[in-house]
């Protein structure tokens, strides 16, 4: 296979397996599974003990599930397209990149808990969210053009022309 094909190729299978991770933990953040619970619940618990946090600690403990996985179906949707594919990947990356920072930096940690038993998954969730990261970056680079079509649009305003 040459590598004009490979380029074209890539993107779709990197977007198709991100999309794939992302749906198929909706189940689970939608009909908030105890997998779900003890996730968001342990970051809630983790943000009521940080000062300006401790606000949304409750909310992200009951609703986080919710709106990540909100998120992550919206991602979803527009990384099998073409023309949204490389605002899928931006959204991937954010969410995910989310994800990695709570599984590193909070008591969550790297294996978690999967069910009442106290039974872990091995890191197997960390896992998953490395890889949706790292094949994010790879889209967004392979569709950087389409970013930067995006970025050139944006009107930029000098303190000059502000005044």
């Known amino acids: ?10 993107p ?6 991100i999309a794939i991770v992302f749906v198929q933990s909706l189940f689970f953040k939608f009909t908030n599974s105890f997998e ?13 003990g940080i000062g300006f946090l401790e606000f949304a600690a409750p909310g992200f403990a009951a609703y986080g599930g919710y709106t990540v996985g909100s998120v992550e179906l919206i991602a979803s949707m527009l990384l099998l397209a073409r023309k949204t594919q490389a605002l899928g990947a931006v959204i991937a990356f954010a969410v995910i990149s989310g994800a990695i920072f709570f599984h ?54 000098t303190a000059r022309e502000a005044r």
């Open 1 to 10: 296979m040459d590598r004009s094909k490979i380029m074209h190729y890539l």
């Open 12 to 17: 779709w299978a990197l977007a198709i397996f």
């Open 36 to 48: 779900t619970q003890h996730i968001f619940g342990t970051i809630g618990e983790w943000m009521a």
């Open 104 to 157: 590193l930096f909070t008591p969550l940690g790297v294996s978690v808990i999967i069910n009442e038993a106290g039974d872990q998954d091995g890191g197997q969730l960390f896992t998953m969210a490395v890889l949706v990261w790292m094949f994010s970056i790879v889209i967004m680079y392979l569709r950087r053009s389409d970013i930067l079509a995006v970025i050139g649009n944006i009107p930029v305003y």
